[in-house]
């Protein structure tokens, strides 16, 4: 929603965007809207006019947009047949008066929903002509227009190097183009991991026709607008830096010509790759890239191990003919399996041996994407990425240790290892002898607490003759666990019964 100033010489706007119609020379339209002049009038000159003619000006609404109040000074006389009017069409083919014209310079007011004001003097008369008055006008003045934009602008388009493909380092930039219907494009707003990083207001720079906060057009901003920011991706020493090792979120928001709080936007979001952290080298012939888990099998870049193992990197540096490079330099990240995580660097410099070949170990910890990279110059990057998967594994205790007799309560004890711990899924599950894996109990499934810890118990009632029972502790995949699902080793209980 925004106001809209018409033939106003308080913002310095003269006719603007109103247009004059009439049916015949008699009627005579003029437009001055200083601070003694009657603003957009109608008047009627020497003649007769035949029954039903006028003369008007007319405020159209433009698309996209609705009128829902006007504010204005108008004054007026009716003589001869002629008859002033001041109103609003509606969208419905009818129109909605706005009485109290006549008169001197009177404020008169109007709110609802319509599409354009008219200013009108008519010839009432439905059989004869009308006389030769020249007394007849109305005028209107001062005209405060609020407008409603109903149609939200577009992000067209989103481009430059930041989104170039691959991995981005150093200073990129990133071109913008958007489009509006309504009030026009006022702002263009980019944001890097949630946070405002830069922005390109129009009204600064004098594209949109604004006098504070009141526009002096319909259409006060431009309908397409497009601009290119330049973004240091490693972030300026001493100041917050935006984006991070990894993946970042860039957003890019268009909003209209709006009061503030009620602009209408549109947002685009772009996930870019920064790696600012591994070394760049010299071009070293490096054209091929081959990497794979040792152990893969038939799917090597990605690979399976359970909570507790590492796992390692094997490669191989070619050049574009297929022969081996010595001395490549090489650089491995990784980060965890999780969103919003950045990348680690665990190996900033390795280099390939003379077969071309290289050999990294990842060390233990939870499910991960893995980076290998080679920089030959700051804007050209040979990279592959691995997937390693981690199965949980949680610990399960049993207390007491010793045999139990039919009767007795048995306690289990859960113990998540890693990060990431409070607040997730278990359950214990029990295999009798001769059976499957079953839930203990309702009261044996739920969620750990914020250290990681679970606990539940049983109260054997059923058993007979002497039986040995298998326990394990199961944690399913979860959102915001970096685990696969898992369960722990199995804990076995002798219950002796009558």
Not at 63 to 85: C, F, H, I, M, Q
Not at 454 to 480: D, H, K, L, N
Request: charged share 25%; proline share 5%.
């Amino acid at each position: 929603m925004y106001k809209v100033a018409q033939c106003h010489s308080g913002f310095g706007v003269g006719q603007g965007a109103a247009g004059f119609h009439r049916t015949s020379g008699t009627f005579r339209g003029t437009a001055d809207c200083g601070a003694s002049g009657r603003g957009l009038e109608v008047e009627h000159m020497d003649g007769r006019s035949q029954p039903g003619g006028f003369g008007r000006w007319r405020i159209q609404a433009p698309a996209g947009t609705v009128l829902e109040r006007l504010r204005a000074r108008a004054s007026a006389r009716a003589e001869g047949g002629y008859r002033p009017s001041l109103f609003v069409e509606l969208f419905n083919d009818d129109s909605d008066a706005i009485p109290g014209i006549t008169g001197g310079s009177e404020r008169v007011s109007w709110d609802g929903v319509g599409r354009a004001v008219t200013t009108r003097l008519a010839c009432a008369r439905t059989s004869d002509r009308c006389g030769r008055s020249t007394n007849a006008f109305v005028g209107v003045k001062r005209l405060l227009l609020t407008l409603r934009d109903h149609v939200d602008p577009m992000v067209r388009s989103l481009g430059g190097s930041l989104l170039a493909g691959s991995t981005q380092r150093g200073t990129r930039i990133l071109r913008v183009e958007a489009s509006d219907v309504g009030g026009g494009v006022r702002r263009l707003l980019l944001l890097v991991n949630g946070k405002p990083v830069s922005a390109r207001d129009l009204a600064n720079g004098g594209e949109c026709a604004l006098r504070g906060d009141v526009a002096t057009a319909l259409r006060p901003c431009p309908l397409r607008a497009s601009t290119a920011f330049s973004l240091d991706t490693s972030g300026p020493s001493g100041t917050a830096r935006p984006f991070r090792q990894g993946p970042n979120t860039v957003r890019v928001c268009a909003t209209d010509q709006a009061l503030e709080g009620t602009a209408n936007s549109d947002c685009r979001r772009r996930q870019v790759w920064i790696d600012n952290a591994c070394p760049v080298g010299v071009e070293q012939g490096v054209r091929r890239l081959r990497v794979r888990f040792e152990g893969g099998g038939k799917t090597p870049q990605s690979l399976r191990v359970p909570q507790g193992r590492g796992a390692t990197i094997l490669g191989t540096a070619l050049s574009a003919t297929g022969s081996p490079i010595e001395g490549a330099r090489l650089c491995v990240g990784q980060r965890l399996d999780r969103r919003g995580k950045p990348e680690r660097i665990v190996k900033a410099l390795v280099k390939t041996n003379r077969r071309g070949k290289f050999r990294v170990h990842l060390p233990p910890g939870a499910s991960r994407l893995v980076r290998v990279a080679h920089w030959s110059a700051p804007n050209q990057v040979l990279e592959r990425r691995l997937r390693l998967r981690v199965a949980a594994k949680p610990q399960l205790r049993l207390r007491p240790s010793r045999t139990l007799h039919n009767g007795e309560t048995l306690h289990f004890h859960v113990k998540l290892r890693g990060r990431f711990t409070a607040h997730k899924r278990v359950s214990i599950r029990v295999k009798p002898p001769g059976g499957g894996w079953q839930l203990v109990s309702r009261d044996c499934i739920g969620k750990t607490r914020s250290a990681g810890r679970f606990e539940c118990r049983y109260r054997f009632q059923s058993t007979s003759g002497r039986r040995t029972y298998a326990f394990r502790a199961f944690v399913p995949r979860q959102r915001g666990y970096p685990y696969l699902g898992g369960h722990s080793a199995t804990r076995r209980q002798t219950v002796v019964g009558p």
